[in-house]
């Protein structure tokens, strides 16, 4: 959490200057340009994540060697597809830029230009991602940690630094790309240090074909998560313009960063699913209840703050326009976003245990209809519309795949009860919050809010023995201050 999480203040405070120097166009084309990253997943077959559940589920068999061969192996098939999915897209930007999107004139050579420099590292995001499931499978947090913080922190400072000499998006995408091969140099090292036995991995791409039969149905999920996470801001930029697109992203790019407590949390507890569910169920089902909690526990208070207080923080943070063109959608993304946090778990955990397919499924039938539903609510309601439905298919995706986890996982169902009372509560502090209030009621409602729903935390999603544990530390904390004192 403090790797992904700390390096947000940086970039709360760059923001408003690379918006200034940017301008709303080129800004917004530069937060769709980034999105494009995202759509380099869609070449790698789902092998990805089928690597790391394959290495979690080897390193503890004990079976060491066979895992840095399958590695090696991963490592050099998911380059190649980075390498092919680069390609594609470059050849894809021209058009993209030139007819696609409403890019002022005087900005597409530029804007050509900087998507080619990111199109050039797909290789680089795909290898990345391949070395990160070794180092998760070995639970190496802490040396990937340090190596994340001043890279993503270059990440938003380098863009800055460059612009101050070049005034170009062409410069911004070098940056960006320096950082991606920093990266990948760093990992390469961490993963040798974590699987010395990858000084002596052998290719064996024998080992890749049940991966790929796993692999297949996450490459559905593959081919509709940019389209479900991104098309909102595509469509935006298309129906509306790239300008408008900011006011959406700008907000969104706030409230998704907290998302990132979701990533810290299901990037451990897959792979420590994927090895236990088989043979200790008690081990799995504490894994995804205690993920479940850590994550609803963390969000929620953040996910209010900016709903109750959304138009005081933009403006403070990107100004007085941003605020009043953006404060009711950051209060439908805040929504999305806490829900968005407990369906990853749920989703991370129908994966963990073999069934992708169900979430390749269910993630065709959303493309399906979010796509209409998008159009429709951007004609009627304008951007306003694309958070709201956002919002809505998060709070349907968390439902929906709790209850399919139960019914693949039986075991599980215990675990509901637990859940359901604080996503009650959450749910309805949420909505509370869309309505525009003065100051004094908006903290009234945060106080009233937080303190109900840890009240029924504490009673109704914790065990008598957590409770217990949670006591006895804090005994242990109040009588060391008092002998310090």
Known sequence: MLGRIGPVGVALLVTPRLIDML?????????????????????DFGLGRALTRAVAERVSDGRHQESADLTITGVLTLGLFGLVSGLVAAAGVAVWVHHGLKIPADLQTQ???????????????????????????????????????????????????????????????????????????????????????????????????PLFRIGGWMTVSNLTFPILSYMDRFMIASVLSSAVTSYYTTPFDVVARLSMITIAVTGSAFPAMAASWRNDAATTITLYRTSVLTVATL????????????????????????????????KFLSLGVFFFGIDGVAAGFIDSIGRPDFNATLSIVE???????????????????????????????CMIRIRAGVRFYPALGGTVRYIAPMSAVALLALMAALFENGAAIAVLMLAISIVSFYIVVWTGSLTSSERSSLLASFRRITTARSRTA
């Open 23 to 43: 301008g709303l166009a080129r800004w917004g084309v530069l937060t769709i340009a980034l999105t494009l990253i995202g759509t380099f997943g869609i070449f």
């Open 111 to 209: 804007t050509l230009l900087a998507m080619w420099v990111l199109c050039a590292t797909a290789p680089l995001v795909m290898t990345n991602a391949a070395m990160w499931g070794v180092i998760s499978a070995y639970q190496a947090f802490r040396p990937a940690n340090l190596i994340n913080i001043p890279i993503s922190v270059m990440y938003y400072v380098g863009p800055l630094l460059v612009l101050l000499v070049w005034d170009s998006l062409i410069g911004v995408m070098m940056t960006l790309a320096l950082c991606r091969l920093a990266m990948t140099i760093a990992y390469g090292c961490l993963c040798l240090r974590v699987m010395p036995q990858l000084r002596h991995a052998r290719p064996s791409f024998g080992l890749l074909r």
């Open 299 to 330: 969000l929620f208070p953040l996910c209010l703050l900016s709903a109750l207080f959304s138009h005081d923080i933009l403006s403070f943070w990107v100004g007085d326009d941003f605020a009043r063109n953006s404060s009711t959608l950051m």
């Open 367 to 397: 493309v399906a209809l979010y796509i209409p539903l998008l159009l429709l609510l951007l004609h009627f309601f304008g951007v306003t519309g694309a958070a709201v439905a956002w919002a809505c298919r998060s709070l349907l995706d």
